[in-house]
T-cell receptor, first 114, second 114 residues
Framework: EDQVTQSPEALRLQEGESSSLNCSYTVSGLRGLFWYRQDPGKGPEFLFTLYSAGEEKEKERLKATLTKKESFLHITAPKPEDSATYLCAVQGWNSGGSNYKLTFGKGTLLTVNP | DAGVIQSPRHEVTEMGQEVTLRCKPISGHNSLFWYRQTMMRGLELLIYFNNNVPIDDSGMPEDRFSAKMPNASFSTLKIQPSEPRDSAVYFC????????????FGPGTRLLVL
């Protein structure tokens, strides 16, 4: 069974204070690792998909990286508007025949204070 | 382009009543997913449709839950009878294929069963 663990559960930063969020996973053959952002009262918003170890993707102040066991979401010089819950999900190849299935972690609640 | 549309956004009902949640996927997407999100369990997949056909309903909690997709642009999730433990946020998501294209989420329906 695919598993995703995110840490820390909550992170409080000062504006401009860079940090990283962690997503550790176990999956029977990684098809893709997904990062989503979720604001209060809204649905998850897609950020990145990573497919293989060593891959990196960037968007504004966010950079996602991937190894064979974990992914990091690096936040450089964050701003208050980056405050949200960040969700990680994995999709395995033919996980019991369900290669469409996303297994989500419980997320990291990021708060950036001005 | 319009994203995934869900209605109602909020629903308050009494135990034993029937609840129907509605979803309109993104035009052109042929996969549709219903998820439930709670603090304790995070995001869980309830049911997955591909080309309007239910493929995997293993996440549906029990017989009180049912889902239909009569056409490519509409799906319903019904709970009958509802119970307080069904209180959660229900999300609909859609994607372009059943081979792992990115899932895009709707804004969710916040359900409270009293």
């Amino acid at each position: 069974e695919d598993q995703v663990t995110q840490s820390p559960e909550a992170l409080r930063l000062q504006e401009g204070e860079s940090s990283s969020l962690n997503c550790s996973y176990t999956v029977s053959g990684l098809r893709g690792l997904f990062w989503y952002r979720q604001d209060p009262g809204k649905g998850p918003e897609f950020l990145f998909t990573l497919y293989s170890a060593g891959e990196e993707k960037e968007k504004e102040r966010l950079k996602a990286t991937l190894t064979k066991k974990e992914s990091f979401l690096h936040i450089t010089a964050p701003k208050p508007e980056d405050s949200a819950t960040y969700l990680c999900a994995v999709q395995g190849w033919n996980s019991g025949g369900s290669n469409y299935k996303l297994t989500f972690g419980k997320g990291t609640l990021l708060t950036v204070n001005p | 382009d319009a994203g995934v549309i869900q209605s109602p956004r909020h629903e308050v009902t009494e135990m034993g009543q029937e609840v129907t949640l509605r979803c309109k996927p993104i035009s052109g997407h042929n996969s549709l997913f219903w998820y439930r999100q709670t603090m304790m369990r995070g995001l869980e997949l309830l049911i997955y449709f591909n080309n309007n056909v239910p493929i995997d309903d293993s996440g549906m909690p029990e017989d009180r839950f049912s889902a239909k997709m009569p056409n490519a642009s509409f799906s319903t999730l019904k709970i009958q009878p509802s119970e307080p433990r069904d209180s959660a946020v229900y999300f609909c998501a859609s994607s372009r294929t059943d081979k792992g294209e990115t899932q895009y989420f709707g804004p969710g329906t916040r359900l409270l069963v009293l």
